[in-house]
């Protein structure tokens, strides 16, 4: 009514009034609830109107929102049935519009109660207007005990309290009933009155025995009491101090409420929780109130919240209710501090031995940690209850605004449950003889939805396929069976347990959508086999993951077998590799195409066939082999070119089957055949050399000619060599100087809200959605460091594929976020950086220049996050965290980092969270090629492609001539010393075992060879020391 007559007075034209009475009748603009206003046009009171907008007309209809405006028009006394009594009525609204507003009270429709109804008026334009809106004279229907029964005054229970608000919202309203008296309320049942007074059209006795209420004048004296109505026109003072008396009026004239009190009649109880209210009537104020006792309910000791039962759900109402009351009880905010502090730090009656695990979780206003949580010292932010998810907050909203208090069910992911019972109440609370707002505040105890097993003495006493635990007393379901348990809510809003079955639901789903709830919930009437797809181990579906597939009733995902392979997720059957492809493992979740020098002929391959002798293949994933021209042959198996289809050079080179290439011979040299894999002295040069004659003379100094010839050769082969490996040192030199690869980073805002499917687009999908920042020089990254505080995160993970690649990702943004809190840096100028996003994998010169890179990356970054996979890399690798340790590449990444900043900002990201990497972790690891490389495990390079353990050669070398070039007494260098030093020769081996050579077969090739005794001798010559040895040693 407030709304309607303020947009009233700002009425401007007869537009602007025609638009409020259309939102009156037609929209929620005046609307909240259940709640509405009307509008009348009053004239002929000595005000005529001149022209109005709408029809002059007494008492006319101009709004109404109930029966779709079909009242618009009407005559208000006609509706209402005309006759003296309807007459009667319309002057009252009249006299009430006229004066400034009043109440009034009138029959509505039904006979046995009243409506009462605020009407103002206005005025606009000379002609009058009545706005008036009403509620029904009905009291709430009384709230029920915990077993349905009377809830009564002697306990401090939701219903209670409930019930006691009702009681004097009851009797408040009919203050306001013109001609209603004090004594009429105090001895009429309908307000409570023990009395045997009746009133016609009153309902009778319906109130809880005890529940009574007491009105008083600001001096105290009693006008209203609906229990001891003797006590009427004595002095409260009788039964409390004056001051108490005055601080409760005080209290009642700011807003009024609940409040503790002590019980003067019952000094040793806890005390009382009063209600207090302002109410004016006749003209004068008085104080309406009534109490409770605050007082327990009925505790069972023997009940846990860890199922649903009777009792538990009876405990669950008596803690909230005590909670509440304790809450409500406070005069102060310190009270009330002391009150959360007993509620949220469990002590006192709350504590878990007492209470038997049963809590009470209170939330602010929008459903957070309520904020005296982080200022109270004793509290803090660790006392702060669960965090609710939006789907939570929604259905508890969605629930409160129907109920004061009760039973509904939420997901919770706390205590290690999936969704449980949760008992709700919301209160308001505001401290005594301050004028601030109420504030709001929830209460919520939890019950598990798991089904109270039934209690035994032995197995007889248990249902079927269930045993009695002796220890527990208790019947447990047996293995792979699931409890089930129907809860059927009851009249008065609790949970009544029924008997429990044991279900075997394997393979089949049980998950539905429950239109009551609002979301998916189980029900084992209505089970259907596992769809195809998803698999069911305990009646609910869950979708098979990439490499697996479920045909229908599934319980467990099933791999695909080796040759085939399952690319989505949610497959009922696997894909056999087509002609071309193989898969080598089980749980594929793609094939592999043949590499060039092999095939596959048909589908389903676990592996490729070697092209034979005579046949090449120069494309990946080929079905067959292509034969060489007619009359040439290649010189081994695996060719991968049509250029290998040759013989070697009869009389000038030799068949090298260690590198499956032609050889030049010496000069005079030669092999007969094409498979002679040595050189001959040729017949020929003999003859030349002899002149046709036999001279022995002559054939020594042919011999002696060849042999110098030799040594010439092989002194300048010697001398290439040298000049080649002092290029290559000069080389891994300058990848100190810059980077070899732009640093390709991305926003950390950008990769916490990554999704799986922007993940496996990498490098290519990420730039082309703008989600990649580069800085293209060493330079770039260092002057946005010191200008504008940006910072680098290097993440070190598994790059392969791996079978849960979504939990994986979670890890990684967890890892992100988890480092930025604790460096309390800003999240704005965050980067990170990680293989997969940083540079395309299939580009092997983006590759390589990446791993050139290495050293200079780790040693700008402002941290690094080893991160280990939630299981592990394949097979053969151990799950966790010893998969990342094994891997070379992730290694490599450790001992660049250490070496060049040392062990600080070097965290570990594992299932046990986030944790800072120890000297003695980084150590263990310093070895970095004893560790497993992908391309060497699954065979990546058998044929033409070098072993990525190559591509580290370079910055390897720059990491050792950093190290050994500079005496700087630095964290890097220290590590170097320590810990590389003692072991160089395992840390930079001088050579490695390769299988890239035609099936599969491994041989020693030179890696780091004497490149390091060169960089020695390199640094002596500049000026520099050659490093001491190292007095520690590395642990096996």
């Not at 939701?158 to 009429?184: F, I, K, Y």
């Not at 004016?280 to 008085?286: G, I, L, P, V």
């Not at 069911?536 to 979708?543: D, E, L, M, R």
């Amino acid at each position: 009514a407030g709304a309607v007559l303020a947009d009233m007075l700002l009425v401007r034209s007869a537009q602007d009034l025609s638009n409020l009475l259309y939102d009156t009748s037609f929209t929620d603009k005046y609307r909240v609830g259940s709640f509405y206003s009307f509008i009348v046009m009053l004239t002929g009171l000595g005000y005529p109107s001149n022209n109005p907008p709408i029809a002059d007309a007494l008492n006319t209809c101009l709004a109404h929102p109930t029966s779709q405006g079909g009242l618009i028009g009407s005559n208000y006394t006609n509706l209402r049935g005309g006759g003296p009594e309807t007459f009667k009525l319309m002057e009252e609204f009249n006299r009430g519009a006229w004066t400034g507003g009043a109440f009034v009270a009138y029959d509505f429709n039904r006979q046995d109660y009243k409506k009462v109804a605020l009407v103002a008026g206005t005025l606009w334009n000379t002609s009058a207007f009545l706005v008036t809106s009403g509620i029904p004279h009905l009291p709430e229907p009384v709230e029920l005990g915990l077993s349905c029964d009377e809830c009564p005054s002697t306990s401090a229970l939701p219903c209670s309290m409930v019930n006691l608000a009702s009681l004097l919202a009851h009797v408040r309203l009919q203050t306001l009933v013109p001609g209603s008296t004090w004594d009429e309320i105090s001895f009429d049942p309908w307000f409570g009155a023990s009395g045997n007074l009746s009133i016609t059209n009153k309902h009778t006795g319906l109130w809880p025995s005890g529940l009574h209420f007491l009105a008083t004048d600001y001096n105290g004296t009693i006008v209203a009491a609906s229990l001891l109505q003797s006590s009427i026109g004595q002095n409260i003072t009788s039964t409390t101090s004056w001051e108490a008396h005055l601080a409760l009026a005080n209290y009642a004239e700011m807003g009024g409420g609940w409040v503790g009190f002590p019980s003067s009649d019952r000094p040793s109880s806890p005390g009382m929780l009063v209600h207090i209210l302002k109410v004016r009537k006749d003209s004068q104020s008085s104080y309406l109130a009534a109490r409770i006792d605050k007082v327990w309910g009925p505790w069972d000791s023997s009940c846990s919240r860890s199922y649903t039962s009777n009792c538990s759900n009876r405990n669950a109402q008596v803690i909230v209710g005590a909670a509440t009351a304790d809450i409500l009880a406070s005069w102060t905010t310190a009270d009330r501090v002391l009150a959360f502090e007993d509620i949220a730090l469990r002590q006192g009656p709350y504590a878990p031995s007492a209470t038997n695990d049963f809590a009470v979780h209170i939330y602010g206003s929008n459903w957070k940690c309520h904020e005296v949580f982080a200022t109270a010292p004793a509290l803090g932010e660790a006392a702060c209850p669960p965090e609710l998810d939006a789907g939570a907050i929604a259905t508890l909203e969605s629930f409160l605004d129907l109920h004061h208090f009760g039973w509904t069910s939420i997901p919770w992911q706390a205590d290690h449950m999936d969704f449980v019972h949760v008992f709700v109440s919301r209160i308001s609370w505001k401290p005594l003889g301050e004028a601030v707002n109420f504030e709001e505040l929830f209460l919520l105890t939890v019950v598990s939805q798991e089904p109270s097993p039934p209690r035994c003495s032995n197995d007889a006493d248990c249902p079927p396929q269930s045993s009695c635990d002796a220890s527990e007393g208790l019947c447990h379901c047996w293995a792979g069976l699931i409890p089930n348990q129907t809860a059927i809510q009851s009249e008065c809003g609790g949970f009544l347990a029924g008997r429990m079955e044991c279900l075997d639901l394997s393979g089949r789903d049980c998950l539905q959508w429950n239109e009551d709830l609002d979301k998916y919930s189980m029900n084992f009437s209505n089970c259907r086999a596992c769809q195809p797809g998803y698999f069911c181990p305990a009646g609910k579906p869950t979708p098979c993951m990439k490499g697996q597939y479920c045909p229908e009733g599934s319980s467990a995902p099933i791999p695909c077998p080796a040759g085939s392979s399952a690319r989505g997720a949610a497959q009922s059957s696997c894909d056999l590799c087509p002609a071309g492809f193989f898969a080598a493992m089980a749980a594929s979740e793609s094939c592999t195409a043949c590499s060039k020098g092999t095939h596959a002929e048909s589908a389903g391959q676990t592996s490729c066939t070697i092209c034979e002798t005579g046949n090449f293949v120069n494309i990946t994933g080929a079905e067959r082999c292509l034969s060489c021209s007619s009359g040439v042959q290649t010189l081994g198996t695996g060719a991968t070119s049509e250029n290998e289809c040759r013989y070697c050079m009869a009389k000038s080179e030799r068949f090298s089957s260690e590198d499956n290439r032609c050889v030049p011979c010496l000069w005079g040299f030669g092999a007969e055949l094409p498979s002679d894999t040595k050189c001959h002295l040729l017949e020929d040069t003999v003859l030349i050399a002899l002149g046709g004659s036999v001279s022995l003379l002559a054939f020594v100094l042919l011999i002696a000619s060849i042999l110098r010839i030799y040594r010439r050769r092989l002194k300048g082969i010697l001398e290439k060599e040298s000049a080649i490996c002092d290029e290559i040192v000069d080389i891994g030199i300058e990848t100190l100087c810059d980077f070899c690869l732009p640093m390709a980073v991305m926003p950390a805002s950008a990769f916490e809200n990554l999704t799986m499917s922007e993940y496996d687009s990498g490098y290519g999908g990420n730039r082309s959605a703008h989600r990649l920042f580069w800085f293209d020089t060493r330079k770039a990254l260092e002057e946005a460091q010191s200008g504008r505080d940006a910072k680098v995160i290097i993440l070190s993970h598994l790059s392969a594929e791996m079978p849960e690649p979504a939990a994986h990702l979670l890890r990684m943004q967890q890892a992100v976020d988890e480092v930025i809190e604790k460096r309390q840096w800003s999240k704005t100028n965050v980067y990170v950086w990680c293989v997969q996003l940083s540079f395309s994998k299939d580009d092997r010169a983006a590759l390589d220049l990446a791993c050139q890179s290495l050293y200079t990356y780790t040693k700008a970054a402002d941290a690094l996050v080893m991160v280990a996979p939630p299981m592990g890399n394949d097979d053969s690798l151990k799950r966790g965290l010893a998969s990342l340790e094994q891997d070379v590449s992730c290694r490599a990444v450790l001992l660049a980092r250490c070496c060049s900043r040392g062990v600080g900002e070097v965290y570990i990201r594992s299932s046990q969270g986030l944790e800072e990497a120890s000297q003695a972790w980084a150590c263990s690891l310093a070895k970095v090629f004893d560790g497993q490389i992908q391309c060497c495990h699954n065979g990546l390079h058998i044929g033409s492609k070098p072993c990525l353990r190559l591509s580290l050669l370079l910055p390897y070398l720059g990491l050792y001539y950093d190290a050994i070039s500079t005496d700087e007494p630095t964290p890097g260098q220290a590590f170097f010393r320590e810990t590389v030093l003692p072991v160089k020769e395992q840390v930079f081996p001088a050579t490695f075992l390769s299988s890239n050579v035609p099936g599969g077969r491994r041989q020693k090739v030179t890696f780091f060879g004497d490149l390091l005794n060169r960089l020695d001798k390199k640094v002596l010559e500049e000026g520099g020391a050659k490093p001491a040895t190292a007095a520690t040693r590395l642990p096996n």
